[in-house]
């Protein structure tokens, strides 16, 4: 069981042809100025279907008709409205039964089931999803791991392609890096990763300005300014400990260049400092 190539392009029929056999993931361009993803995660043997922060209800809906699924379930990563906002529309057309972080039922309406780390999502009969409780981002915040041959992560607002949530609204920076070194390292290089957000050419700005000899992140970022987010490019794990600057905390580059907004940085600064650094340069870059 695994996902479909993401860099390669299916017709409906070939689709249509592997849908019994594996998980099936559309990514749902909103084209909103927050700049949103939303996921559609579907069983190829029954039909259905769990919506990922299905902000754009219309689009999610109208996606899942095309495709012949019925969404039954609703996972919120987190309780922001931009990632709520469409919870009401698609349970009054589907019944979806909403499912968040198990903290979260006073800050999103209507959640049937609260979720703890290690708690198993099924989707039919094909699909299981873990949730990893990833704090940072907001306190209360779900990224979904798959059981698949390729492995993939949902990820929310808890990380983008190159780059990391930010911690305005309800999280912690320290929570986040914890996440970051405690959970995110550990996942397997091949990991797919399918983010909250469409931020790749701006985090990637980023990267050089912290880090100008990134050779792979000037070579990402050539290849990808521009780029359709309706056909975005899926990351690996491999490729983000490549670009992304809050993975590489240990790079010389990153800690000198560091240092001349930080005056006063160790000479040898451990990577929860320079984490938590990056962030705050972040939150004003």
Known sequence: MQFPDPARVYTRAQLQRISEEIVIVKQVWTGNSYRNFNYLIA????GEALAIDPLDSAKCLQAAIDAGWQITQILNTHEHHDHTGGNAAVVEKTGAKILAHRNAKDKIANVSRGLAAGDVIKVGKTVELEALDTPGHTMCHICLRSHTDRPALFSGDTMFNA????????????????????????????TLLYPGHDYIENNLRFTLDREPDNAPAKAMLERLAGQDPNRAHVSTFAEEREVNTFFRLNSASVIAKLRESFPDLPEKPDPRTVFLKLRELRNSW
């Open 43 to 46: 069983c190829g043997e029954t």
């Open 163 to 190: 780059g990391a949530g930010n911690c305005h609204n309800g999280g912690h920076p320290a929570e986040l890096y914890k996440t970051f070194v405690e959970q995110l390292e550990n996942l397997p290089p091949e």
